[in-house]
């Protein structure tokens, strides 16, 4: 199982970034996918999810409204678009995979909002 981030960056308030998740190893479209973050001191919290089909996602209170998550089954990958960006937004963006009780991780991609 590889799950490889990418799309990370700094950005000013307001600003919008898109974060992918190229996943490979397994059968991307039987599992749901999650985006996590971590700020600096902080614990990795999770940020949104989405079901195998795409049908159903949920997001983080802070996020709702900003950030839209989706996947493209065919291509094996998933996003993070995320709008309106603020500066408690910056941390490193992680995806995530559970498989047969087991988590898989990407290595993560940082986002930095900053004027």
């Known amino acids: 199982v590889q799950l490889v981030e990418s799309g990370g960056g700094l950005v000013q308030p307001g600003g919008s970034l898109r974060l992918s998740c190229a996943a490979s190893?397994?059968?991307?479209?039987?599992?749901?996918m999650r985006w996590f973050m971590q700020a600096p001191g902080k614990e990795r919290e999770q940020v949104a999810a989405i079901t195998s089909f795409g049908d159903a996602m949920v997001y983080k209170d802070s996020v709702k409204g900003r950030f839209t998550i989706s996947r493209d089954n065919a291509k094996h990958a998933l996003y993070l678009q995320m709008n309106s960006l603020k500066p408690e937004d910056t941390a490193v963006y992680y995806c995530?995979?559970?498989?047969?009780?087991?988590?898989?991780w990407g290595q993560g991609t940082q986002v930095t909002v900053s004027s």
């Open positions: 995530r995979v559970q498989i047969a009780n087991r988590e898989y």
């Open positions: 190893g397994f059968t991307f479209s039987l599992y749901d």
